[in-house]
Structures are given as structure tokens and as C-alpha cells.
């Protein structure tokens, strides 16, 4: 058989083995035959074949004996037929050029983000078999790179079963570094407006702005950012209807806090003493918008916030909270201080029957109408509206935790487990035996509310 080469590449000179190789119908080898003289180590009678551009050559192959081939392949290339060979011609990386090293037998080479490349290594002798890293080598493959330096083991195994040789692929992956992001989430308890912010997720370090739009008859009261252990984040009001913060490293809650503007939509607008920008004005906005408190009817168009709460009073409101249900105004007289005509008659008969509130226990029937109510009172009446539960909170993070009168303790401890009740933002102190102002009243009937309507919702 004879086998004639031409290389088809002007003035470039290239230099290989030629293989015949015979299979029968099947595809099966029978018989091989290279040019290349195992043993030589180089010149001219090694029988690789060498030719410059253009040129041709022609070679003689006989296969004695061989009668059953159905098929020939005939391949050039830096391949050789030798039964303890154990080199590698080539390693191939898609797209990243290789230099090998001879002393150590690496190929190593470096590249920007790589993700999976074609990975392809050729044995000089194609019978040999390769491993990399202990896994079985059969033909090219798509390789992972992780960032930094990618190091493979690669054993080639000669066709006689013993001669081995090993060497090493070291691809270098240079991955910039992507700092995390954090989500930042908006509050679901933001109300009578749209709060946007910008990015949401943010790197540690980043600027997120916070955009609040408030609905008609609003505006914006207050921003908040918490972290995800619930620390504060500072915030910055911009000046110009935004507002900004540096993210920490963790995700972070914005809330923000819409309060009315006192326009013409402003439930508590005719009372001259509860002014926008009060802590207690949405407080009294809710409590008069659903008629559980009023201006006092003098005339002078005031709330009295800051006044403190009468036992009449209490007993009014949640009168009105109940619906001012029917009743006999006259039942009020079982109080030796109370008389049917008065403005709180009704309500303080209704109390009583419910047994909401009672009269005084040191024998003078006395049920007290303009005294004044505090914290602890207000709490045991609440605890009764829930009916008495089991529930209890820690008074003793209080610093006067500990005055709570014994007959308010299970009350108090209650209020303070549902949040009814809180510590004063400036001390820190419950102030049981404090008198409870009418602003501080409205504020835990509608935390009440609050919590009633979350419990029907499920939140």
C-alpha cells in the first residue's frame, strides 16, 4: 500500500508520523504500521516525515497476511506506535495558551473569567490510556475552573500495561472580585403611602436611597433603617423629598412612617392643642376618626393630650368602642358618687355590668368618676377584657419594674408581653403607678386595635 502527502500550507514546514491502520467490517483494528523507527531519537532515518509548504511525499507500507480488511485510516500526526511510550504529544485548553515546562511537565497557562472550556490531550501513542486526577480520560471534555489556580494530575499509561509518566495541567483563573449584595426591604407595616428604594440589594458601603411618597392629606413623619439584628442604621434626610444611608453588611428593613399633614382630610384638625408633628396626632386622628375620643364640649376645641385620664373617661371610651350598647342609665346609682344624669351615667352602668370596672373596696361605694386612672389600672382593665390570660412579661428589664402594685402584677406583666404597655422612650422606666394621659390612653386602645386585627389576618 502506498501513501502519498502533500502539505497543503505555503512556506510552513511541518513534521509527523504517518499510521496506516487496517480494520475489519466491524471497525475492529487488525493490523498497524507507522513510518516512525521506535528507537531512533532523531535525524534523518527516524522515518518522521518532514515537508515544507507544498511539498509532497510519498510512502510504502506492506501488510503480509492480511486478508480480511474492510477498512483503512491513515492519520499524520506527531503520534507514535511505540508499546512503552508514555508521552504526550499536546495539551489543549480552548482559549488559553499553554507553555510547557519540561523539568516539572506542566503545561500551564492563565486566563480572564473562565468558566467551562474544552480540555483535549493527546498521547503520542494513541493506545495509550490517560487518567486525570485518578477519573478516566476519553476524549476532550468541558472542564470547570474555579477561581485561582486549577492544578490537574495527568498518568498516562503506555499499551504495554506498565510504562507510566506523569504530568500536570495548571490553568490560572482570574476572577475579579464580586462583593456581595444584600437585600434591602420595606417594612410591611408602611402605611398611607409608597416607599421606593434604590438599589434593593446593595453592596456593603453603598449609598441606597430611600424615596417616600405619601398619600393625599400626608407626609412623611420619619424614615427608619434597622439591620438585620435590628440595630439602626443612620439615616439622612437630602432635603429634597429623599433620603439616604450607607448599607451595612447584612440585609436591612426601611420603614417609613406617614403622619398627617393636617390639611382638610385631618380628623383631629379643630382641636387646636393637638398639633402635626406630636407624637400622638395619628393617635388622635385614628382615635377620632372612629369615635372613641372627643374634643372636650366647653367650647374651647381642645383634646386635652396631655391631661390625664378620669375612671369616667375610661369607661366612656370603651362604651364607645363596644357601640354604646343599650343600657339603664340608672343602674349607675349601686356608686354613691354617681348620679343617672350625669354625662358618664351610661357608660360607667355599662362598665360596671360587664365587670369591666368596679367601685372601690374599702366600703364606701364609691366609684370614683374624675379620679384619676394610671398605667396599672388601665392595664388590669384590659387584662379583664381579654379575660384574664396567663401570658406574662419580664418587669424586671424595667428599672422600677418592681413598683408595680401586688393586685396589677399579672395585669401589668400581661400588658407588657402584648406591648399594650411600654417603657418611656427617654428612661427606659414602665411607670406603673404613673397617671395615664388621654394621648397614652388612645395610643394603647389602638395597639389593641392593632393587634386585633392582626390576629383576624393571621400576621
Known amino acids: 500500500m502506498t501513501v502519498d502527502l502533500q502539505n497543503n500550507r505555503l512556506a510552513q514546514k511541518t513534521t509527523g508520523n504517518l499510521i496506516v491502520t487496517l480494520l475489519d467490517e466491524n471497525g475492529n483494528v487488525i493490523a498497524q504500521q507507522q513510518s516512525y523507527k521506535p528507537g531512533t531519537s532523531g535525524g534523518d532515518d527516524n522515518g518522521l516525515i518532514t515537508l515544507d509548504g507544498e511539498q509532497t511525499a510519498s510512502q510504502t507500507f506492506t501488510f503480509a497476511g492480511v486478508t480480511n480488511a474492510a477498512q483503512v485510516r491513515v492519520t499524520y500526526s506527531d503520534a507514535v506506535l511505540d508499546e512503552n511510550n508514555a508521552e504526550l504529544a499536546r495539551v489543549e485548553v480552548d482559549g488559553v495558551s499553554l507553555t510547557y515546562d519540561e523539568a516539572t ?13 474544552l480540555v483535549t490531550i493527546v498521547p503520542k501513542n494513541p493506545d495509550a490510556k490517560i487518567a486525570v486526577n485518578g477519573q478516566p480520560y476519553n476524549g476532550s471534555y468541558l472542564q ?5 489556580e486549577n492544578r490537574f494530575e495527568i498518568v498516562v499509561t503506555a499499551p504495554d500495561g506498565t510504562t507510566t509518566a506523569t504530568y500536570y495541567l495548571v490553568v490560572a483563573n482570574n476572577v475579579p472580585y464580586v462583593p456581595p449584595t444584600y437585600e434591602v426591604s420595606i417594612s410591611d407595616e408602611t402605611e398611607h403611602g409608597v416607599v421606593k428604594v434604590s438599589p434593593s440589594r446593595a453592596t456593603a458601603g453603598q449609598t441606597v436611597t430611600v424615596t417616600p411618597t405619601p398619600d393625599e392629606g400626608y407626609l412623611v413623619g420619619g424614615v427608619t433603617v434597622t439591620d438585620a439584628e435590628g440595630n439602626p ?3 439622612t434626610d437630602e432635603g429634597d423629598g429623599t433620603f439616604t444611608f450607607t448599607m451595612p453588611r447584612g440585609k436591612v428593613t426601611v420603614e417609613v412612617r406617614f403622619t398627617c399633614d393636617g390639611g382638610e382630610k385631618c380628623p383631629s384638625r379643630h382641636l387646636v392643642d393637638v398639633p402635626v408633628g406630636e407624637w400622638y396626632h395619628d393617635v388622635v386622628d ?4 372612629c369615635g372613641l375620643m372627643s374634643g372636650y364640649d366647653d367650647g374651647s376645641n381642645t383634646f386635652g393630650p396631655d391631661d390625664t385620664l378620669t375612671r369616667a373617661q375610661l369607661a366612656q371610651m370603651m362604651y364607645n368602642e363596644a357601640g354604646k350598647p343599650e343600657i339603664d342609665a340608672s343602674l349607675v346609682k349601686r356608686f354613691s358618687d354617681c348620679g343617672s344624669d350625669a354625662w358618664y351615667a351610661k357608660a360607667v352602668a355599662w362598665a360596671a355590668r360587664e365587670g369591666l370596672m368596679t367601685g372601690y373596696d374599702d366600703g364606701s361605694g364609691r366609684f370614683g368618676p374624675n379620679d384619676e386612672l394610671t398605667r396599672e389600672q388601665l392595664a388590669v382593665v384590659f387584662w379583664r377584657i381579654a379575660g384574664e390570660p396567663d401570658e406574662r412579661g419580664d ?3 424595667f428599672p422600677d419594674g418592681s413598683d408595680t402594685s401586688s393586685w396589677a402584677l399579672d395585669a401589668v406583666g400581661w400588658a407588657v408581653a402584648t406591648e399594650l ?9 414602665l411607670g406603673p403607678g404613673d397617671d395615664l394621659t388621654r394621648a397614652q390612653a388612645a395610643a394603647v386602645f389602638m395597639r ?12
Open 421 to 429: 404597655l411600654r417603657g418611656y422612650d427617654n428612661t427606659g422606666e
Open 448 to 459: 389593641q386595635a392593632d393587634a386585633e386585627k392582626d390576629e383576624k389576618t393571621g400576621d
Open 286 to 289: 385614628w382615635a377620632v376618626s
Open 395 to 397: 418587669l424586671s428589664q
Open 144 to 148: 470547570a475552573f474555579g477561581s485561582g
Open 233 to 235: 442604621v443612620a439615616v
Open 105 to 117: 511537565k506542566t503545561w500551564a497557562g492563565s486566563g480572564d473569567s473562565l468558566a467551562q472550556k
